[in-house]
C-alpha cells in the first residue's frame, strides 16, 4: 500500500490565476496519476506521470493547461494554469502501489473553487 | 468509452439490509475494482477483481465478475451508516497503450439510514 497527501486541501482562487498542487508518497513509485472530479460527477484521467519522462495527457487534456512535474519517484505536481469557474474540481492523485496490477491508492484530493 | 455505468445511481436503505451495486463495461479488461468515496474526499480501494476470477470475498464485501456480459456487481452485506458513500467501479485495460490506466465509472450514491 502507499500512503499519499496532497497539499493544499482545498483553496478559493480567481479566475485567471494558476494553482499548483502537491502530491507526495511515502515510498518510491514509478507511475502517478492525476484525476479530475468535476462536482456530482466520475474521476477523469488527466495524465499519466512516470519519473524521468514527459507526462502522458489524455483526451481533452493539453500540457499549457495542465503542466505536471515528476522531479523524483516519491513527488508530483499539477498547475491549473490560466483557471475559469469550469475548472472548479476536485483533483485527486494516485499511485499504482498495490500488489495486483493496476491497484490504485489515492490521496485526499485538493477541492479547488474558481471564482 | 471504455468507462464501467454504475446502476442504480443512488440507493437507499436501512441498517442491516444488503446493498447490490451493478457495474457494466464495453471492452476487453485486465480486472476490475471498486472504490469508496465519502464526501466528495480521497477514494479508497476496496477490492479488485481479474478478468480470470468470477467471485471474490472480502469481509460483508462479495464482488462478482462475468465477462461474458460484461458487467459486475458489488454486494455489500449487512450494511451499517458508516457504508454510507459513493461506490465507483474502475476497469484496468489490457496491457498496452493504455498501461495503469482506469476508467472510472459514474458511481452509485448508496445512503445507508439508521
Known amino acids: 500500500s502507499a500512503v499519499i497527501s496532497q497539499k493544499p486541501s482545498r483553496d478559493i482562487c480567481q479566475r485567471g490565476t494558476s494553482l499548483t498542487i502537491q502530491c507526495q508518497v511515502d515510498?518510491?513509485?514509478?507511475?502517478m496519476f492525476w484525476y479530475r472530479q468535476q462536482p456530482g460527477q466520475s474521476l477523469t484521467l488527466i495524465a499519466t506521470?512516470?519519473?524521468?519522462?514527459?507526462?502522458?495527457?489524455e483526451s481533452g487534456f493539453v500540457i499549457d493547461k495542465f503542466p505536471i512535474s515528476r522531479p523524483n519517484l516519491t513527488f508530483s505536481t499539477l498547475t491549473v494554469s490560466n483557471m475559469s469557474p469550469e475548472d472548479s474540481s476536485i483533483y485527486l492523485c494516485?499511485?499504482?502501489?498495490?500488489?495486483?496490477?493496476?491497484?490504485?491508492?489515492f490521496g485526499p484530493g485538493t477541492r479547488l473553487t474558481v471564482l | 468509452s471504455q468507462q464501467g455505468e454504475e446502476d442504480p445511481q443512488a440507493l437507499s436503505i436501512q441498517e442491516g439490509e444488503n446493498a447490490t451495486m451493478n457495474c457494466s463495461y464495453k471492452?476487453?479488461?485486465?480486472?476490475l475494482q471498486w472504490y469508496r468515496q465519502n464526501s466528495g474526499r480521497g477514494l479508497v480501494h476496496l477490492i479488485l477483481?481479474?478478468?480470470?476470477?468470477r467471485e471474490k470475498h472480502s469481509g460483508r464485501l462479495r464482488v462478482t465478475l462475468d465477462t461474458s456480459k460484461k458487467s459486475s456487481s458489488l454486494l455489500i452485506t449487512a450494511s451499517r451508516a458508516a457504508d454510507t458513500a459513493s461506490y465507483f467501479c474502475?476497469?484496468?485495460?489490457?496491457?498496452?497503450?493504455?498501461?495503469?490506466?482506469?476508467?472510472f465509472g459514474r458511481g452509485t450514491q448508496l445512503t445507508v439510514w439508521p
Open positions: 515510498s518510491q513509485v514509478t507511475m
Open positions: 474502475a476497469t484496468g485495460p489490457d496491457r498496452g497503450s493504455t498501461l495503469g490506466r482506469l476508467y
Open positions: 506521470a512516470n519519473q524521468g519522462s514527459e507526462a502522458t495527457y
Open positions: 477483481i481479474r478478468s480470470n476470477e
Open positions: 471492452t476487453s479488461i485486465n480486472n
Open positions: 494516485s499511485v499504482e502501489a498495490g500488489f495486483s496490477y493496476n491497484e490504485q491508492f
